[in-house]
C-alpha cells in the first residue's frame, strides 16, 4: 500500500479520490457512473445501515421491498415528480437478447420490445403510491410507516465515488397518514431521527432547516434538510425528509373514509439517506494520512501490532495480546491484530491510519518487560506509554474521548467557519475567500436566489427552522422573511 | 380477514397463491413478474438474512457491493453463461426521457441510446470476475471470500410469489482461491452450511447431492444442491454452490503468481439461496388454516389475546399481560399482543392462525381467577390450560418443541414419500400416482434424462453424494454409476 495521499491543502477533491481508492473504500466499476463498494467500506455502510435500521423500527416503522422498476406513464402522474426525475434515468426497453448472426456474440431481439418502457426506481414514491392505493380504504388502515433499503439508479453525468454515483444505496421511507398535521410531524420525527444520528454516530454536526422553493424534493410541500460542513468550506446535503401533502395520493388516487366520515385524500411524507453519507463520512473527519473514523462506526476499533524479532519473543507477544483482544472483544471493542510476518510494523502503523482505526497498539518485548503497552490514537496522532493492568477500561474510554474530539473538532471548525453578513458585497468576499456557510437575512425571492446562485455558486443550504426574521434582506434591502444559510455545495 | 383458504387437497397451488396474499406475505405488483414483499413477508426475510449473514461472518466471508448493470459483452465471455443467462433478461438502452411533443407524458429520448446495452444483473459472476482481476495478482490476495446480497432479475414468463419471481432478492457468494481443490472444499463447506440452516432454522429436510450436466449452473464444473420435498410430493431446489473450476478466471484472464512460481488462472466458486426459501418456507409446513412458521424465523412467536366484558377485567388482564411480555422479553421471545376492541377474539385466534404464530395465549378473567392461562400451539393446534406461575419456561420449551415437531413432520412426510425402484413401470406408476422422490441406480446418459423428463415430467434432482454405485441402471440396464433421485419438481 502506497501511503502517499496528495494533501487536502494541495487539492482537497483529488485528496478525497485518492482516499476512498488507498482507504479501500470503494472504485469504479467497468459500469458508467456505477462504484463496487469494497468489503472495508461496505462495513463501514452495514454499521450505518444497523443503527439506522434500529431506530427506524424503534420509532414503530417496518422494512418491506418494493419493485426495482417503474412503468413509465406512473412518472408522469405527479407533474413536478416528472420534471425532477424523468429526465436522467436507465430504461428497460427490451426483455430479451438473442445469439448476433454473425457470431459475434449477442444482440438485443427487437420482437421482444416492452409495451410499456420500464425505468430503475430514481426513487419510489409512484411505484409504492400505487400499491398504497389498494391497502387504504379507511383511517383503520392507518398510518402505514413502512422503509425500504434500496440501490436506485440517477443517470448522473459527472460522479464522485459515493457522493454522486449512478447506482446508489439507500433506505427510503415512505409514510401515509390520516392529517396533515400527522404526516408533518413524521417528516419532522425523521429528520430528528436523521439528526442525532449524524452527530451522535457520524461525530458530524448538522443544521437542520427547510429547503427553498428552488431545492425542494419534486412533489413536496416541504423539504426538511440537515446539512453538514465539510473541511473544505463546502455544504454537503446530508439527507432530507419530505412532507409530501396531498400530491402522491391526488396523483394515484388515494382516498380513505374518515373516522368522523366522508373521503379524504391521504397525507404522506417520504424520507432517505443514502451512500453518500460515506463521502460526508470520509471527508468531515479525515486528514492527509488517511481516514478517520468515528469510533462508533469504526469495523476495526482497536488496531494491534506486534513489535519483536524472534519467534519466542513472537510467542509471548501473541499470548498476551490474546488476552487483551478477548477482554476488549467481552466489552464489545472490535480489534484487529496484524501478525502478517512478511511486513513490518511501520508498514502496518501506516495501514491502520489510512483505514481511520481510532486506537493502534504495540507491543514488544521491552513492554512486556514493564507491564506496558503503547497506545496511539489516530485523531491526534498522539502517542503514550500506558499500563498494561487497566488497559481495556482506558481503551474503552479513550474511544468514547475520540468520538467527541472529532465531533467537537467538526463543530469548530463549523462554527469558525459560519460568517454573518449584512450586504451583498461582504457576501460575496466570504464565499470566494473563507468559504463556508454564511448566515443571512432573507427576503425569499426565488429570482433572486437563482441570480446569487448564477454569480457566486453559492446556494440556500437551508431555511433557519423557528426562525421569526426581522429586519431587512441582505441582497435586497425589502423586508425579511427568513434567516436562510447560503454556501457552495456538494 | 376472510380465513377461508382453498384446501391443499383441493388445489395445493391455489392454496398457495391464496396463503401468500391472505397471511400478508407478499402481492404482485404493477410490473410484470415483480412481487412487493409486504412488512410481514419481509419481517421471516429479514430473519433469514440476519442467520444467514451471521454464519457467513463466521466461515470468513465478507459483504461487498457490485452494479446493478452488466455490460452486454460481458456476458458473452464465458460461453455456456451467456447459453443459460442471456436469453430472458432486462435490457436497459436508454439513459434519459423526454416530454412528448403532444403533451402525453414522457417519451424515451433517441439521442440517448447508450453504445453499449446494459443488462440487469441475472446473476453477477461475470461483472465480480472482471473487477477481481484488478484484485489479485498473486497468491497473497488469496482467497477472496465475499458475498453481496442483492436484487436480479431474470425474466420469467410464468412467475408465481417468491418461487419465481422477475425481481427476486438473494445473496450471492463469490469466491477466488489459489487451488481447485480449496474452492471446491469451499463449494461443500457453504452447501453444508446452507443444509444446516435449512434444518435446523426453516425446520425443512434437505438432502445434499450433485446435479447433473443438464441441470448444472451454466458455467460451472460442478454444481452441489440442496433438495426438499413439499407436502404435495414435488421437489423445490432450496440453494446451490458451484464449483467453478477456472472458468470464469479464463474468460475475464484472471492469473495469479503461484507461491512455488509460475502463474495460473485463479480458482472460483459462486453460492446462492434466494426468496425462493420463503416459498418452501410456507409450502413446508402451513396448513389449511394458513401458515405454520418455525418458532426460530416467526416475526411474532407468541400471539396474546385478551378475552373480557368489562373496562374492569381488561385492566386486570392488561396488567397481567404486561408482565407476561416483560418475562418472555426477557428471554429474547417476541410478542404481539392484540388488543384491538373493535375485533372479537375468534377473529384474532383465526388471524394468528393465518400468520403462523407458533404460541397463542388466550386470557380471561376465569384464567386470572384460577391463576391459569389458555396455551395454543400453532403446529397440532392442541389447547391446554397452564398455571401462571412458569408460564415462561413452559412457553420457551413448547417453542423448542414446535421448531422440532415440524421438521419432524416434514422429516416423516418426505421419508414415506421416497421411493426406491428397479425398473421403469415402476418408476413411471410411482411418479404417476405417488409423487415425492424416486430413487434408482443410474447409467449417467444426458439423452435418457432428457427422454425420461419428456414422458413423465420428473427430473433427476440430484446424484447422492459419496455413493459408489453397483448394479444396472433401472432405465437402460446399463451398468450403473450413480444412486439418483427423480422428482417432479417446483
Not at 430479451?96 to 418502457?117: H, I, M, Q, Y
Not at 411524507?269 to 453519507?277: A, K, N, Q
Request: aromatic share 10%; charged share 30%; with cysteine.
Amino acid at each position: 500500500m502506497s501511503k502517499e495521499l496528495t494533501s487536502r491543502k494541495e487539492d482537497y477533491s483529488k485528496w478525497y479520490n485518492e482516499l476512498v481508492i488507498k482507504a479501500g473504500l470503494a472504485e469504479h466499476s467497468a459500469v458508467r457512473g456505477c462504484m463496487v463498494i469494497k468489503p472495508y467500506g461496505f462495513a463501514i455502510w452495514e454499521k450505518m445501515k444497523a443503527v439506522l435500521d434500529a431506530r427506524f423500527k424503534a420509532t414503530g416503522h417496518v422494512n418491506a421491498a418494493f419493485p426495482l422498476f417503474i412503468p413509465k406513464s406512473f412518472l408522469s402522474k405527479e407533474a413536478d415528480h416528472v420534471e425532477g426525475f424523468a429526465k436522467e434515468c436507465a430504461v428497460v426497453t427490451h426483455y430479451r437478447l438473442k445469439n448476433a448472426e454473425d457470431g459475434s456474440g449477442v444482440v438485443v431481439d427487437p420482437e421482444a420490445r416492452l409495451e410499456e418502457e420500464l425505468i430503475v426506481r430514481p426513487t419510489s414514491e409512484t411505484i409504492i403510491w400505487n400499491t398504497y392505493k389498494n391497502w387504504i380504504q379507511s383511517y383503520r388502515d392507518l398510518p402505514i410507516l413502512i422503509n425500504q433499503w434500496a440501490n436506485v439508479v440517477r443517470w448522473e453525468m459527472r460522479t464522485r465515488l459515493f457522493l454522486r454515483t449512478a447506482e446508489f444505496f439507500w433506505q427510503e421511507g415512505h409514510t401515509a397518514h390520516a392529517t396533515s398535521e400527522e404526516a408533518n410531524d413524521e417528516a419532522l420525527l425523521m429528520l430528528n431521527e436523521y439528526a442525532n444520528f449524524m452527530e451522535q454516530y457520524m461525530a458530524v454536526p448538522v443544521i437542520k432547516g427547510r429547503k427553498t422553493e428552488n431545492e425542494r424534493f419534486a412533489g413536496a410541500v416541504e423539504t426538511y434538510t440537515t446539512e453538514s460542513l465539510m473541511q473544505d468550506g463546502k455544504a454537503l446535503q446530508m439527507g432530507t425528509s419530505h412532507f409530501l401533502g396531498q400530491n402522491f395520493a391526488k396523483a394515484f388516487d388515494v382516498q380513505f373514509q374518515k373516522k368522523d366520515g366522508g373521503l379524504d385524500y391521504v397525507w404522506a411524507t417520504s424520507w432517505g439517506v443514502s451512500t453518500r453519507l460515506m463521502g460526508a463520512l470520509i471527508m468531515a473527519h479525515s486528514d492527509d494520512d488517511g481516514l478517520i473514523l468515528p469510533p462508533k462506526l469504526a469495523p476495526i476499533q482497536v488496531g494491534i501490532v506486534p513489535i519483536y524479532k524472534t519467534d519466542e519473543q513472537a510467542a509471548a507477544i501473541n499470548e498476551k495480546v490474546d488476552e487483551i483482544t478477548k477482554a476488549l472483544a467481552a466489552e464489545g471493542i472490535t480489534t484487529k491484530y496484524d501478525d502478517d510476518d512478511s511486513k513490518r510494523p511501520g508498514f502496518k502503523f501506516a495501514q491502520f491510519e489510512m483505514q481511520g482505526v481510532p486506537v493502534r497498539l504495540g507491543l514488544g518485548p521491552r513492554d512486556l518487560q514493564n507491564g506496558t503497552i503503547e497506545v496511539a490514537r489516530r485523531d491526534t496522532k498522539e502517542k503514550s506509554s500506558q499500563s498494561l493492568d487497566g488497559i481495556v477500561d482506558y481503551v474503552k474510554n479513550l474511544l468514547d474521548e475520540i468520538q467527541e474530539n472529532i465531533y467537537n473538532r467538526a463543530f469548530e471548525h463549523r462554527a469558525a467557519h459560519t460568517s454573518t453578513v449584512d450586504n451583498y458585497e461582504d457576501f460575496k468576499s466570504v464565499i470566494k475567500d473563507k468559504g463556508g456557510f454564511v448566515k443571512v437575512k432573507w427576503c425569499g425571492s426565488n429570482e433572486l436566489e437563482d441570480k446569487i446562485k448564477d454569480e457566486t455558486k453559492a446556494t440556500i443550504r437551508c431555511i433557519l427552522m423557528d426562525d421569526e426574521s426581522e429586519g431587512k434582506c441582505f441582497y435586497s434591502g425589502e423586508a425579511a422573511t427568513q434567516t436562510v444559510l447560503f454556501a457552495k455545495a456538494y
